[in-house]
């Protein structure tokens, strides 16, 4: 894969430091071990879309893998099959991620979070029906909890490649959750419950809509701890219903 340019610089001495705060809590919140570089000068992102690049970046990166698992150790058939289509389709969703970031200027992940290789961790050490259940359980989560997000920048961004690379998701994230609800081995009864965007300024849907980050960073804040949230819940919760098994 080709190496991404150096993060674009908004003009003014307020922009500069609003960027390095916006990749302070970046990091902060999803614990990024790592990130590409990129180059061109030019207008910061804005928080929304960045956070939508990192999502989808950071799923691609541990969902690829965990596929590439489930293809080749699934008790099941239909794991199997859903592992492999799965980790196929985030090759191609990866690109087109790593094609908008260059085109941008936007610095991405390169590596999973800490938690995302927990996960990972987890499927290798797990065999049969019980990896079987782990890989549908933490993808499916990990899945209901990103959708909100990229629906959220989807309609409100103001960026051409931002609205684009939305579009694109938004099909395969669909996609891949009918894939893993077709297993029969969601449990929806213990899915984490909807995270809804707070009333006033502060919520998830206002933040995409201003699609600006005030002074503070807040609302891309407010996007990755309501996203990070949604995942926190869910592993917790597939923890203790796999622990059951």
Sequence with gaps: MAPLDSVRRRQGTRSRRLAVLLTTIAAALIGL????????VGQQLAAADQALLDGVRLAGLWEMPAGQMAAEKGQSAVVREVGAEIARQHEELDRL??????????????????????????MKNATGAQFDQIFVTRLR????????VVTAVRGSTRNDVIRELA???????????????STGLVRYAELPPAVLPAPGEDGLIAAAQANTAPP???????????????????GF???RLLRRR
């Excluded at 071990?33 to 061109?40: D, H, I, Q, S, T």
């Excluded at 991620?97 to 987890?122: D, H, R, Y």
């Excluded at 996007?223 to 949230?229: H, Q, R, Y």
Aim: proline fraction near 6%; glycine fraction near 8%; avoid cysteine.
């Design 141 to 148: 989560v990990a899945h209901g909890a990103i959708l909100p």
């Design 216 to 234: 503070m960073g807040i609302s891309n804040t407010l996007i990755w701890a309501i996203f990070l949230a949604a995942l926190g819940t869910g």
């Design 97 to 122: 991620t790593v094609e908008a970031a260059n085109k941008l200027g936007a610095t991405i992940p390169t590596v999973p979070s800490a938690q995302q290789q927990q996960w990972l961790t987890e």
């Design 33 to 40: 071990p790592g990130a590409a570089v990129a180059a061109p």
């Design 167 to 181: 579009n694109a998701t938004n099909k395969y994230v669909s996609d891949h959750m009918l894939m893993l609800e």
């Design 237 to 239: 919760l597939s923890y």
